[in-house]
Nanobody, 119 residues
Framework: QVQLVESGGGLVQPGGSLRLSCAAS????????VGWYRQAPGKQRELVTT???????NYADSVKGRFTISRDNAKNTVYLQMNSLKPEDTAVYYC?????????????WGQGTQVTVSS
């Protein structure tokens, strides 16, 4: 059974930092690209950042220079370091693992972790 479990969310003041973790089980994690998405109340889910199986990263313009994604394949875990947090970063953050082999795609989601940036 495949599981992605996010952790590390919470309440933080503007300008503060949080580190989210996404721990995977039941898959060959190193073969998967992993992305962090977020969804604020009343808004669509949006892509925040991705990291490929080879370690290439991409970021949404809104988080460039503030967020850093990394992975530790030995621990089957991806991290999202979030610095200089802003109130507009408030959302539920979801981890996604994606892998494609020929015509078959594998796509898994975590349950989400709440991040609230407020004074």
């Amino acid at each position: 059974q495949v599981q992605l479990v996010e952790s590390g969310g919470g309440l933080v003041q503007p300008g503060g930092s949080l580190r989210l973790s996404c721990a995977a089980s039941g898959i060959i994690f190193s073969a998967y690209a992993v992305g962090w998405y977020r969804q604020a109340p009343g808004k669509q889910r949006e892509l925040v950042t991705t990291i490929t199986s080879g370690g290439t990263t991409n970021y949404a313009d809104s988080v460039k220079g503030r967020f850093t994604i990394s992975r530790d394949n030995a621990k089957n875990t991806v991290y999202l370091q979030m610095n200089s947090l802003k109130p507009e970063d408030t959302a539920v953050y979801y981890c996604n693992a994606h892998h494609r082999v020929l015509w078959k795609e594998y796509d898994y989601w975590g349950q989400g972790t709440q991040v609230t940036v407020s004074s």
